[in-house]
């Protein structure tokens, strides 16, 4: 067969259902060979939503996504994609077409080192020379995809290697799926010492982050959370990874996090630190963050103990392994003082809310009333908003809120909605945007049109770049620097262009309506939330502070 139908049959025999692409020059002879073929074919506007939309499939279904891209400027139009995943550890595979091989290095139309461009914002890329090793680099990258620590790897294939012909023997039919996980040689030791530490403490709090749910160990962590009676905080990507209405749950913690999650994070003696990477706007400053606390820090990825905050005790290992020894072997004591303490916390502040009647944290809480026990995949963009729908939503399952963390790549919402409600049709996608990160990749409302998906966007909409001007106000002077909007989009004329219906609404009475309606419906909608520029995220953390020092957003 040739090396195209290899590509094809490979992905096939990984499992892979679904891939998202954009066509072109140098990758048409993989196109042809998806031409009838099991392996559906997702046609994005842009390379950029292919990857997100790659990107949103894995989030959503824990399997590894797939896009596709011509050489040039189509591969590069992947970059910012397979950074959002490589930042939040995603499992994607990325193939791209390339000129051929006695073309390359010599400036051929289209040719770039996108290998060498990816280097930095991959697990690991391959350049395939020899025919005869496609299957294997395949396979080879499907493994670091989803092994260990997941993340994104891209797979060059220069356009001769596509047309050549070749004995195909066929994949290995006990290939490994996944390669043996590092863990610390001591563990059993370590164990034991955090087991002791945790036992003894007077005010344990965990952190629940991404790894946790990339881990599929939200089960796990709620049965350690339960037995041993400890209060658990989330990070941005760790919500979902305990029930959003659990009583042991106290909500976000960091920079924008809620006060009693980060007074129980400031005041703790003990943080058991499950997948996070400990980036600054969890920590603020990181010598005050650990300052009177042993942390113990669980992890799959040895490169991130003591990377940003010294562990006392590091276990690298699997995690739901690790949580469950030490639900087994912690006897805590008596933690009903520091109970009492955080619920006086909890009564003392309120949920965040808006200035004004109809603000974004009161749709929070309608998304909460009217489809708190509907089966719905939150995924949002990078913005106000984004922090809007972290701290109010009550999300009650792991991979049941999706954005992106550590990039904050704005674009991110709308491709990797539709990669989500693709691989799980059995759930309802809810998109919220704000109105400056629909204008970046909003043309995807195209291919969620094409394809028929049920997905409701809700656009925050305050004809501003919320989170930099809320910057701007608090550090700036009020200097509104390129952060005012002052051409109002009609975004309802926008959705209808692609055949969509939606519904502008300025008062709550009218979002709760508009909601209801939109559920109904079997297909697309959005539905536009005009909310006051004036605004502000709150609480917020000052950049670099403590974690009870608080900025005055007003």
Not at 161 to 180: H, K, M, S, V, W
Not at 255 to 277: C, E, F
Not at 328 to 349: E, N
Request: hydrophobic share 45%; charged share 15%; glycine share 10%.
């Amino acid at each position: 067969m040739t090396g195209a139908q290899a590509i094809v049959e490979c992905l096939s025999k990984q499992g892979v259902d679904i891939v998202f692409g954009y066509p072109g020059g140098t990758i048409l002879p993989l196109y042809d060979a998806l031409y009838g073929s099991p392996v559906r074919h997702i046609l994005t506007v842009h390379e950029q939503g292919a990857a997100h939309a790659a990107d949103g499939y894995a989030r959503a279904s824990g399997k590894v996504g797939v896009c596709i891209a011509t050489s040039g400027p189509g591969a590069t139009n992947l970059v910012t994609g397979l950074a959002a995943a490589f930042m939040d550890s995603v499992p994607v595979v990325a193939i791209t077409g390339q000129v051929q091989t006695n073309l390359i290095g010599r400036d051929a139309f289209q040719e770039i080192d996108i290998t060498g461009i990816t280097m930095p914002i991959t697990k690991h890329n391959f350049l395939v020379k020899d025919i005869s090793r496609l299957q294997e680099i395949l396979q080879h990258a499907f493994c670091i995809a989803r092994s260990g620590r997941p993340g994104p790897v891209l797979v060059d294939i220069p356009r001769d290697i596509q047309t050549n012909t070749y004995d195909f023997a066929g994949l290995a039919a006990e290939y490994p799926r996944q390669q043996l996980l590092r863990q610390s040689p001591d563990l059993p030791a370590l164990l034991a010492k955090a087991a002791v530490a945790i036992s003894n403490a007077r005010r344990p709090v965990i952190i629940a982050g991404g790894g946790c749910i990339s881990a599929n160990a939200g089960q796990t962590l709620q049965q350690f959370s339960e037995q041993c009676g400890l209060p658990v905080v989330t990070t941005l990507m760790g919500i979902g990874a305990m029930p959003g209405n659990h009583p042991n749950l106290l909500g976000m913690t960091g920079l924008h996090g809620l006060k009693p999650a980060n007074h129980a994070v400031h005041t703790a003696d003990v943080l058991i630190v499950t997948g996070s990477r400990f980036n600054d706007r969890v920590t603020g400053d990181r010598a005050r963050y650990a300052d009177g606390k042993i942390i113990i820090h669980i992890d799959i990825d040895p490169a991130e103990v003591h990377k940003n905050v010294d562990a006392a005790v590091p276990l690298v290992g699997e995690m739901n392994h690790i949580l469950t020894v030490l639900t087994q072997a912690v006897q805590p004591g008596d933690l009903s003082g520091w109970w009492q303490t955080i619920r006086d916390w909890q009564g003392r502040y309120d949920t965040p809310a808006g200035r004004h009647d109809f603000s974004a944290p009161w749709v929070m809480s309608e998304l909460n009333r009217q489809l708190g026990d509907k089966e719905v995949i939150y995924v949002t963009d990078v913005g106000q908003h984004q922090m809007w729908a972290a701290q109010g939503l009550a999300v009650n399952s792991p991979r049941g809120f999706l954005t992106s963390g550590g990039l904050g790549a704005m674009g991110f919402g709308l491709p990797a909605s539709l990669g989500a409600q693709l691989s799980r049709p059995d759930k309802r996608v809810i998109h919220i945007v704000g109105d400056g990160a629909l204008k970046m990749t909003g043309c995807e409302l195209y291919t969620v049109a094409a394809e028929e998906l049920p997905i409701i966007s809700i656009v925050i909409n305050n004809c501003s770049l919320g989170m930099v001007r809320q910057l701007q106000h608090c550090f700036f002077n009020k200097r509104y620097s390129a952060s005012l909007l002052p051409l109002r989009m009609d975004f309802t004329a926008f959705a209808n262009a692609f055949g969509i219906p939606a519904t502008v609404t300025d008062t709550a009475d009218e979002f709760g309506s508009a909601l209801a309606r939109a559920w109904e419906r079997q297909g697309p909608s959005m539905i536009v939330a005009n909310i006051a520029a004036d605004d502000m995220v709150s609480p917020m953390i000052a950049p670099g502070g403590a974690m009870d020092a608080y900025v005055d957003a007003e």
